[in-house]
């Protein structure tokens, strides 16, 4: 998000990102009421959103209204190496002492 808050915002929570909502709805000078209107959602929906609490269909619905981006960066590393068993062959193998 372009605004005094900066870019590289780190969001490690729902609330975070909830916060940065109710900045951007602010920084617009948008209403609870006002938004949720604009977006047809009941203001507790859009009041949910910014306490973190919202479903990730309505979370992109106010980001795109807001003009709120989001990158995802992955940090990439070996891949882990998964054991697939043949249940059959597991079952077939004897036990020695």
């Not at 975070?16 to 909502?21: A, E, Q, V």
């Not at 006002?34 to 979370?59: D, M």
């Not at 190496?81 to 077939?92: E, G, N, P, R």
Request: proline share 3%.
């Amino acid at each position: 998000m372009q605004s005094e808050y900066g870019q590289g915002l780190r969001i490690d929570s729902p609330l975070d990102l909830g916060l940065i909502l109710r900045a951007a709805r602010q920084e617009r000078r948008l209403t609870i009421a006002g938004l949720a209107q604009t977006l047809g959602l009941a203001q507790s929906t859009v009041t949910n959103v910014e306490e973190g609490k919202g479903g990730l269909g309505t979370l992109l619905l106010v980001m795109r209204e807001l003009g709120v981006h989001m990158s995802v960066d992955v940090a990439l590393g070996p891949v882990p190496q998964l054991a697939v068993i043949d249940a059959h062959a597991a079952s077939s193998v004897e036990e020695t002492d």
